[in-house]
């Protein structure tokens, strides 16, 4: 029997099944023969679909959530011996350093531009803000020269770590079989599956409805405050609305095809204006075989006018958002065609199993010569 190289999955604020970590990269990583655990808050250990979760106890407040759980998630990677540790945090940058001082082979997948991010909280003064996100910029970039490797998600965030980073795009699984709309209830859905918030578009996407005709319905999954829910309640295009609450990611999935638009308007504050490949909804959109309407930036846009699959537009102007949906009510046979492009394109491009091949491509490189090339059976 050989050993099997063993891997620990590192997450402080994600669920331990979340789409990205578990379903993604861990079921990746067991596949191809890696001794793999999550390492999460969660309310015990236990086996998920073939994969343990080491649980840590999980807290309610944001502080202890940034300052208490990673030194639980710290003590219980110590334990764990492994051979690489990959983690998904910015809190848990100093978990890290710590493993590597260690002599632990350590990946760090940052899955934003956390400077843009800190830059977007509205609710921070503008100077609190800027010099905290300076300050975590130079502390992340530092950190990040002494682990193994950097995983990011998006072309800005690559070029930030200067060729030390891996590009995993947030790709939805191929199809195993050709997706067909199938919304045959004569109105037009219009769907945003996703968090819901004033920066993701809102209240632009509720205002909209304002200038549609009765043809148009607006499905939205996602969470959103209480405040929020209820200011949407009070709007004049509520009527057109059916909001779902957050569902589990496989049931977004199920959702899409019986829509028939994708809406992707976030509002161009730092933390979004360089969207693009991080946008997951874009393409699972895609995958379900829906064009999209998109927020006009720069990334975005030369994805959607690449592969002829959706068009962008002002996303802050809900009078042009609506004369854009009612472009696709009333063309019902080039939204056909964007659809179809959209799934040509996640089935050749943007998709998990070539990011995959990325993946594994970069554990075989980190891990020492044994384990290199090898195929490992229990």
Known sequence: ??????????????????????????????????????????????????????????????????IITPLYILISSIREKADLYHFHDPELIPVGVILKLLGKKVVYDAHEYYKLKIMSKAGIPRIIRQLTASAFDIFETAASITFNAVIVVDKTTEAKFRGRSVRLGNFPFRPQEPVRRRNGTGVFKCVYAGGLSADRGLFKMLHAMEYVDDRIKLVLAGPMSDADIEEMKRLKGYERVEYLGFIPWLKVLELLPECDLGLVLLQPVPAYIYAGENTVKLFEYMMACLPTLASDFPNLKEILDHNTCGITVDPTNPAMIAEKIMYFADNPDVAGRMGENGVKAVMARYNWENEEKKLLALYSRILDSKARGMRYHA
């Open 1 to 66: 029997m050989s050993l099997k190289p063993k891997v620990r999955i590192l997450t402080s604020s994600h669920k331990a099944n979340d789409e990205r970590i578990f379903y993604k990269q861990a079921k990746s990583i067991t596949g191809a023969g890696y001794d793999t655990a999550v390492i999460a808050p969660h309310p015990h250990n236990e086996v998920l679909d073939g994969i343990a979760v080491k649980a840590v106890p999980k807290f309610d407040g944001k502080l202890a959530r940034l």
